[in-house]
């Protein structure tokens, strides 16, 4: 049996105050008043030391998915991690690398991403640079990576679904512009990325040429342009899926809550939380429609 529990219809950040670990502080109010920005408002800093509240099951379970939605938006509404929108066309030719086995797992198949709008973001970390590349049509990904130790040098990865992680990668040589520097843009046509494959770990008899061809046109964007539609498309890793509905993109997500009365008792209980913000105010977003699974707590 659940016990639902009605939350906030509406919430803001800035209500929330310190419960947050981290916090939205992209846009100023002055540009968030110019017909560029796709959110309104400036949201406080809480105290990034403070705690998440464990006084009560709904408090932890609010603090937690607040805390969720925060780490989500906030790293591209702060202009933390450089952004870019444009477009992004892709094939490979992955299918060498073994076809789908019998046993119903994955494999491998050629993949392609066919010319549309996509989403970019940029991380450097010390010598490396990585571009991941998102198509918001077909709901798939690229990396690519450039290292100052090898200049002009780009490898990139094959194509993947946005919700798995790792895959093979090529090399090719001049073929896609420095990123490291935050250039303006990141245009280039016909990048043909390869690598040999030895699919016998025992020899090399079985060597196979993987190729990776992508063509990009990449424009930075200020963080005040971004749409939630990107942002769930480069966070669908986070296991958390969230689906347009009216004026709102919500989701999902479940969690242990903890309630913890300064060492006079303890408890933890499964939970469900709906989280969700305005499709056209990113700085409006919250929690609601908390589920708990019934317990035997203390009072």
């Known amino acids: 049996m659940r016990v639902p529990r009605s939350l906030w219809t509406r919430w803001s950040c800035e209500a929330f105050g310190a419960l947050l670990v981290g916090s939205l502080a992209g846009c100023d109010r002055a540009s968030a008043s110019t017909s560029a920005c796709s959110f309104e408002g400036t949201v406080a800093q809480p105290d990034a030391s403070a705690p998440l509240d464990t006084s009560s099951l709904e408090a932890n379970a609010e603090a937690q998915g607040l805390a969720f939605l925060d780490g989500v938006l906030a790293p591209y509404v702060?202009?933390?991690v450089p952004l870019y929108q444009g477009t992004l066309t892709a094939h490979d030719n992955q299918g060498v690398l073994g076809a789908p086995p019998t046993n119903g797992s994955p494999g491998y198949m050629n993949q392609s991403i066919p010319e549309g709008p996509a989403v970019a973001a940029l991380s450097v970390v010390g010598k490396t640079a990585t571009l991941t590349v998102h198509s918001l049509s077909q709901h798939e990904y690229m990396v690519l990576e450039q290292d100052e130790s090898q200049p002009g040098v780009t490898s990139i990865g094959i194509i993947l679904s946005d919700t798995v992680g790792g895959g093979n990668s090529g090399t090719c040589s001049g073929c896609v512009p420095a990123?490291?520097?935050?250039?303006?843009?990141?245009?280039f046509a016909g990048a043909n990325a390869t690598s040999a494959v030895n699919l016998d770990v025992f020899g090399d008899a079985d060597n196979v040429t993987l190729h990776t061809y992508a063509a990009a046109n990449l424009e930075l964007t200020p963080p005040c342009s971004i749409t939630f539609e990107e942002v769930a498309e480069l966070s669908a890793d986070t296991g958390v899926t969230f689906v347009p509905t009216g004026s709102e993109w919500v989701g999902e997500l479940s969690g242990v809550a903890v309630r913890d009365t300064l060492g006079v008792s303890?408890?933890?209980?499964p939970f469900t939380i709906e989280l969700y913000?305005?499709?056209s105010n990113l700085a409006a977003y919250g929690v609601r429609n908390l589920e708990l699974t019934e317990n035997a707590c203390p009072p």
Do not use: N
Not at 266 to 269: A, E, K, M, N, T
């Open 78 to 80: 702060r202009g933390e």
């Open 266 to 269: 303890y408890c933890d209980v």
């Open 179 to 187: 990123f490291r520097d935050k250039p303006a843009t990141i245009d």
């Open 277 to 279: 913000v305005s499709a």
